[in-house]
T-cell receptor, first 110, second 114 residues
Framework: GENVEQHPSTLSVQEGDSAVIKCTYS??????FPWYKQELGKGPQLIID?????GEKKDQRIAVTLNKTAKHFSLHITETQPEDSAVYFC?????????FGAGTTVTVRA | DSGVTQTPKHLITATGQRVTLRCSPR?????VYWYQQSLDQGLQFLIQ???????AKGNILERFSAQQFPDLHSELNLSSLELGDSALYFC?????????????FGNGTRLTVT
């Protein structure tokens, strides 16, 4: 089955700097790659997603890139702010099963 | 607000007991998913329903069961509870039954087994 690995597990950045989280997947049939943000006491919230026919997608300060050949995708957060502090999960789906990475705890230092 | 409603928010019970967690999906969504999140753990998929029918099963214990009703709300039943069942339980919904459509999560039910 699909195996999604996510790195790093924790990330501390200075406010205003960029944060990058990387994920790799094993199933070449995976075609949908969402990213979720989970704040303390809340459920995961979809923040951006990308499909396999697109190499990059951007939404304000967040962007996701996908390299199908290497089977990896990344989340980029620019100009980080304190409210970006949260746990971020990547996921990969092959139509039939959505598999999550283990999560990255991002802390933005003021 | 995701539109997915989970009740109760908190549940404290003793070992050996049985509890029922409830989920109302977003309006129009036909598929409901249940996930378990233990302390410092990721999201473990338990089970998925689509329009009342079981669609997929994950790492769900035999002591756990779920169903989706005609009005599309879902319930997760946990029985013979053990200390290790203490966790956050999330429900998510999507418009379709395929896993490449966006999932929208509720805020979870925190279960504490003492």
């Amino acid at each position: 089955g699909e195996n999604v690995e996510q790195h790093p597990s924790t990330l501390s950045v200075q406010e205003g700097d960029s944060a990058v989280i990387k994920c790799t997947y094993s199933d070449s049939a995976s075609n949908y790659f969402p990213w979720y943000k989970q704040e303390l006491g809340k459920g995961p919230q979809l923040i951006i997603d990308i499909r396999s026919n697109v190499g990059e997608k951007k939404d304000q300060r967040i962007a996701v890139t996908l390299n199908k050949t290497a089977k990896h995708f990344s989340l980029h957060i620019t100009e980080t702010q304190p409210e970006d502090s949260a746990v971020y999960f990547c996921a990969a789906s092959n139509d039939y099963k959505l598999s999550f990475g283990a999560g990255t705890t991002v802390t933005v230092r003021a | 607000d995701s539109g997915v409603t989970q009740t109760p928010k908190h549940l404290i019970t003793a070992t050996g007991q049985r509890v029922t967690l409830r989920c109302s999906p977003r309006s129009g969504d036909l598929s409901v998913y249940w996930y378990q999140q233990s302390l410092d753990q990721g999201l473990q998929f338990l089970i998925q329903y689509y329009n009342g029918e079981e669609r997929a099963k994950g790492n769900i214990l035999e002591r756990f069961s779920a169903q989706q009703f005609p009005d599309l709300h879902s319930e997760l039943n946990l029985s013979s509870l053990e200390l290790g069942d203490s966790a956050l339980y999330f429900c998510a919904s999507s418009a379709q039954g395929r896993d490449n459509s966006p999932l929208h999560f509720g805020n979870g039910t925190r279960l504490t087994v003492t």
